[in-house]
């Protein structure tokens, strides 16, 4: 790998820099042409054909006002924000189901719940207590259960 090192820099120093040396925009548009190709046994005028084509239809599309062409389109951002998040404020209500969701979605807490969950069941002196009742109390005091462990 070292002498690799040698080579980039004798080529950058003959080539410049790589985009005036990089095949793959050409690499690409003839890529587009090939696909044009209807008759193998004459591809050369097919991809001709192709190439004027797509000339005729840009130069054209240049002189159309109502219609939408390539060249005339919408923008994907029309606001003009280049993509920039807003930014969004969430009451207290989306922040516990935000939490919530994570803590009993994450693999992280998958041992926490099951140390509640038994914690749970232990702790029920009453009769015979159904999984399902279990589950409800569990996912109602999980989320304030967890801290108050790990603190301790």
Request: with cysteine.
């Amino acid at each position: 790998m070292v002498h690799l090192v040698v080579h980039l820099v004798r080529e950058c120093r003959l080539g410049g820099p790589v985009q005036y040396r990089w095949m793959y925009p050409a690499e690409r548009s003839l890529g587009h042409f090939k696909s044009t190709v209807r008759n193998k046994a004459a591809p050369e005028g097919c991809i001709a054909e192709g190439y004027i084509a797509t000339e005729l239809v840009t130069f054209c599309s240049r002189y159309l006002n109502n219609a939408p062409t390539f060249h005339n389109r919408p923008q994907r951002n029309p606001d003009g924000s280049k993509g920039a998040g807003t930014r969004v404020t969430l009451n207290r209500l989306i922040m516990h189901q935000i939490h919530r969701y994570i803590v009993f979605n994450s693999e992280e807490f998958h041992n926490l719940r099951t140390m509640h969950k038994d914690a749970l069941r232990r702790s029920c002196t009453r009769g015979r207590i159904t999984e399902a009742l279990i589950e409800a109390e569990h996912h109602e005091q999980f989320c304030e259960w967890y801290p108050a462990y790990v603190r301790k």
